[in-house]
């Protein structure tokens, strides 16, 4: 099994920064990619963006390209997603989620974290 635990939400002032991050462990030796998603109020779940394990290639989702950034803690299995510019729209919950080599699960991720709380005021 692999746990997620995230941190750093909260609220903040349109157009300010804040970072999110992630630790995972337990079984993590299978792991190939860290998800980031979230779900706003009354919305579908969407993709945010992702960090691929082997080679911490990164991809967004075009809603916060050139804004949010994806980075990564070998060391202890963290990765951290800062947030920049922020608007009232990327109010949501946000979740992590880590897919492996040997499991599958929602959108391709086996392991999803409890989900953080951001709060964008305008």
């Known amino acids: 099994q692999v746990q997620l635990e995230e941190s750093g939400g909260g609220s903040v002032q349109a157009g300010t920064s804040l970072t999110l991050s992630c630790a995972a462990s337990?079984?993590?030796?299978?792991?190939?990619?860290l998800g980031w998603f979230r779900q706003a109020p009354g919305k579908e779940r969407e993709f945010v963006g992702k960090?691929?394990?082997?080679?911490?290639?990164?991809s967004y989702a075009d809603s916060v390209k050139g804004r949010f950034t994806i980075s990564t803690n070998s060391a202890r299995i963290e990765v951290y997603l800062n947030m920049n510019s922020l608007t009232a729209e990327d109010t949501a919950v946000y979740y992590c989620?880590?897919?492996?080599?040997?499991?599958?699960?929602?959108?391709?991720?086996?392991?999803w974290g409890q989900g953080i709380q951001v709060t964008v005021s305008s």
């Open positions: 337990g079984r993590t030796a299978s792991l190939s990619a």
């Open positions: 960090i691929e394990w082997s080679d911490h290639t990164t």
């Open positions: 989620a880590v897919a492996t080599y040997e499991e599958s699960g929602p959108d391709g991720y086996a392991y």
